[in-house]
């Protein structure tokens, strides 16, 4: 019989954000760590800032070892839901979308100058 894990949402996760109810996630894997705010080696701070937000990179980038992934296991209580796939959409800003269309076509305005300028010099070489 497969083991059934309980899905969670990240806004359910990122609720229990407080110091007498504390879940992270970290590699879609939802813990709930309210009892080892006092025992974490980092302090309390650490995990909750982490709530409500994937910390899988804070996570890594604090050299965790083995012993810390077994001691997770102790907190376990789900997974996170799989996103829906949504079609990758460009949003912008007013700022930029006008940085984006500058830097898009300044090629036209500098090969003109660029003509100019090499024009010039041949001009002035012929006199």
């Not at 079609?87 to 800003?93: N, Q, S, V």
Request: glycine letters at 8%; one cysteine or more.
């Amino acid at each position: 019989m497969p083991v059934i894990t309980k899905l969670y949402s990240w806004k359910e996760v990122s609720k229990h954000n407080t110091r007498d109810d504390c879940w992270v996630i970290v590699d879609g894997k939802v813990y709930d760590v309210t009892k080892y705010l006092d025992d974490h080696p980092g302090g309390d701070d650490v995990l909750l800032s982490a709530t409500g937000k994937d910390s899988t990179e804070e996570f890594e980038d604090a050299g965790h070892g083995k012993s810390a992934r077994e001691l997770m296991q102790e907190y376990f209580i789900g997974e996170i839901e799989p996103s829906p796939v949504i079609p990758e959409l460009e949003i912008f800003t007013k700022e930029q979308s006008f940085t984006s269309k500058v830097s898009e076509y300044w090629a036209f305005p500098a090969a003109i100058v660029g003509i100019s300028i090499v024009a010039g010099v041949l001009y002035a070489c012929k006199k």
